[in-house]
């Protein structure tokens, strides 16, 4: 999942762009290198790591300050985040020739360990982990064969946007299903997402026969996407909805009164004056992150060690305090506010401290994990085409 | 200037080249591609004969979602055709050349923005608080927001009209340039009034332009998916959003099989277009 826009500033320097500029540059220092008109010294700072992540994972120009940090320079490209391609460009494609470190959306550890796409973490390797709060330790998908082969990188848990003025408090997903609300409520365009909150109401309020709502069988995924179509006839839904403007536009013109999304939206609508509030489900959140996987073109290559350093980087503090300032998104350790204690002219401490311990609340109770690769993935595909003709 | 014999096919050579490279041979990829087989190990396709990317297009209702891509790329277009028609016809007959030129760069102000930008906007324009709900209701004509303006087939419709006008506009100012305006004249002469000249000289010497719009239009709105996503109702789809779809579980096969089948009408639409309504006369020399 992408969710980028959370009101902060973004960066809009491409990717590729600073790929080959930064390879233009190495070009152009070895030239210079090459002339003897730079010293050994000028290059102090030599291991790049190639990342190949979603963009929410990208923190622009203060790579460079990673990278004086950590000793290692991160070359980020956007992997576009949809997992279909990042799996087939690393299976059939040239991606584990091009990048080191993979940052992907949960789910597809097991699937790219099996066909041997991605290697396990040494995590002795990275004297951070151990920092790692232990249920984002304990995601499903981070290991395989009892090897570690994701490591948790951001994270977050998701549910329901919706208006007390007109609803009241809200508090269960029953909210998007209720007919008194037919037309006024939405969900996001996307199986991965929508068949997780539906199957979570399904499984917690209709004692609904769901083991895993992150992983549904065949029948399991026939009955959540039976009751969507049905409720979607019914003219349930005003839309579904994409991308962070789209949902933003949608509370704060009030086409909906209540919308399953992600919170920055409940921020934004705030800051339009709107009295908007982010639900805590009876059914619990739904859970979401981004890992980082080493890739085997690493290994192949010698790169492994310092894909280690780069990643004990991220973990390291100032990487979760930048991306907790400018996304709102939680790489989740204590370091963050460890490193603004020591640095309070870099980031408030108190903000710092207030974005973990939120996001730890949330994980305080229920939460179901967002999978982007389920065992039945095509299935999802065809019932989520069910329902667009429904 | 002497042009000697081989200048024609030297100078021809570059852009067939480049077409054959950037435009035949990638669409021929996609064609032999769709009938490979997919092979779970890899994520990718294996060069084995296989159908089994048409066979999806019946299951799960894909098929109508072709079907319905169709019909609404050619309802966008007819309705293109039958403003850009009058729009042009104004452009080339009526107003001055000062006031043609305004009319044109007019047409094009909405495209010094983003696609997505354009049809954002008609979100604040069709929605409940928007712009047509207010002015309704504040002129006392309903009492609450209509709803199907936005999220609809008709905010599609919208949103895809307002996109791709200037495309039917332009070639038929173009095909318009081209009729003699003596043969105008001579039928007002013997007495022909306005819808006479429109019907019996003006359509059938525009008829390559008519086309030439249409097929801009039906083209450009078969691939589009921003305006679906954006002013289509809950979970509105179209051939590219479904293309999306099926890329994201990494289904290729069935991927280039619905391409295919796309190109397949587009191509014949042109084929027929060409044979019966002579689209490549609007591109022949005048001279001749």
């Known amino acids: ?390 | 200037m002497k042009i000697f014999p081989a200048a024609p096919a030297a100078l021809m050579s570059a852009p067939v080249l480049a077409i054959a490279l950037l435009g035949i041979a990638p669409l021929v990829v996609v064609v032999a591609w769709s009938f490979w087989a997919w092979d779970p190990s890899t994520y990718w396709i294996k060069p084995e004969l296989s159908f089994a990317g048409y066979a999806a297009i019946l299951e799960a209702g894909r098929w109508t979602v072709i079907l319905s891509t169709m019909f609404k790329a050619a309802l966008t277009a007819i309705i293109c055709l039958l403003i850009a028609y009058p729009t042009a016809y104004a452009v080339q007959f009526l107003a001055s050349r000062r006031l043609a030129m305004i009319m044109l760069a007019l047409m094009t102000i909405p495209f010094f923005t983003s696609y997505l930008i354009r049809s954002f906007s008609w979100r604040l324009v069709l929605g409940r608080t928007g712009v047509i709900n207010t002015f309704l209701q504040d002129i006392g004509l309903t009492s609450a927001p209509i709803d199907w303006l936005l999220f609809s087939d008709f905010a599609v419709i919208v949103g895809l009209v307002a996109s791709y006008l200037p495309f039917a506009t332009f070639p038929l100012i173009l095909s318009m340039q081209r009729v003699d305006p003596v043969l105008i004249s001579a039928a007002r002469d013997l007495g022909a009034g306005f819808w006479t000249v429109l019907r019996t000289v003006l359509l059938p010497l525009t008829r390559s332009g008519i086309f030439a719009g249409f097929l801009f239009v039906f083209v450009m709105a078969v691939g589009s998916s921003t305006e679906v996503q954006m002013l289509g109702g809950a979970g509105a789809s179209i051939v590219s959003v479904m293309i999306s779809d099926v890329m994201r579980v990494a289904n290729f096969p069935l991927a280039f099989a619905i391409s295919t089948v796309v190109l397949v009408v587009i191509f014949g639409l042109v084929l027929i277009g060409d044979r019966r309504l002579g689209l490549a006369r609007l591109f022949e020399d005048r001279s001749q």
């Open chain 1, 1 to 390: 999942m992408s969710k980028t826009g959370t009101g902060f500033e973004l960066s809009s320097q491409s990717n590729i762009q600073r790929r080959n500029l930064l390879k233009l540059m190495g070009g152009g220092a070895a030239l210079l290198a090459g002339g003897g008109l730079l010293s050994g010294r000028a290059f102090a700072q030599d291991k790049t790591v190639a990342f190949w992540g979603t963009a929410t994972l990208d923190i622009g120009e203060k790579w460079q300050e990673f990278a004086k940090k950590n000793g290692v320079l991160p070359e980020f490209t956007d992997n576009g985040n949809d997992v279909g391609p990042v799996v087939a460009r690393l299976a059939a494609g040239n991606a584990n020739d091009l990048f080191d470190v993979g940052g992907f959306q949960g789910g597809a550890e097991g699937e790219l360990a099996r066909q041997g796409l991605i290697v396990p973490w040494d995590v002795s390797k990275i004297p951070n982990y151990e920092s790692v709060w232990q249920w984002a330790k304990d995601i499903p998908y981070l290991k395989h064969d009892g090897k570690q082969f994701g490591i948790p990188t951001v994270v977050n848990a998701d549910s329901i946007i919706y208006r007390p003025d007109k609803l009241g408090k809200v508090d269960s997903y029953g909210v998007i299903f209720d007919p008194k609300l037919k037309g006024r409520v939405a969900m996001e365009d996307a199986w991965i997402n929508s068949a997780v909150f539906t199957a979570m109401y399904l499984k917690e309020s209709q004692n609904a026969p769901i083991v895993e709502p992150g992983n549904l069988t065949e029948s399991e995924l026939g009955l959540v996407m039976e009751f969507l179509i049905k409720h979607k006839r019914d003219g349930q839904f005003r839309t579904f909805w994409n991308g962070w403007e789209q949902g933003v536009q949608l509370v704060a013109n009030e086409e909906v009164d209540a919308m399953t999304g992600w919170e920055p939206i409940v921020y934004e609508g705030r800051k339009r004056g709107l009295q908007v509030e982010y639900a805590s489900p009876v059914e619990g959140y739904e859970g979401w992150g981004n890992n980082t996987v080493l890739l085997k073109g690493a290994q192949d290559r010698g790169a492994a060690d310092a894909a280690h350093e780069f990643v004990n980087g991220l973990l390291g503090g100032f990487y979760g305090c930048e991306l907790g300032q400018s996304r709102g998104y939680l790489v989740p350790t204590d370091n963050n506010v460890a490193y603004a204690t020591a640095n309070p002219s870099e980031y408030p401490v108190e903000a710092v401290q207030k974005l973990g311990d939120h996001v730890k609340a949330k994980f305080g109770g229920k939460v179901y994990w967002q999978n982007c690769r389920p065992d039945n993935f095509q299935l999802y595909e065809e019932w989520w085409q069910r329902l667009r003709n429904a």
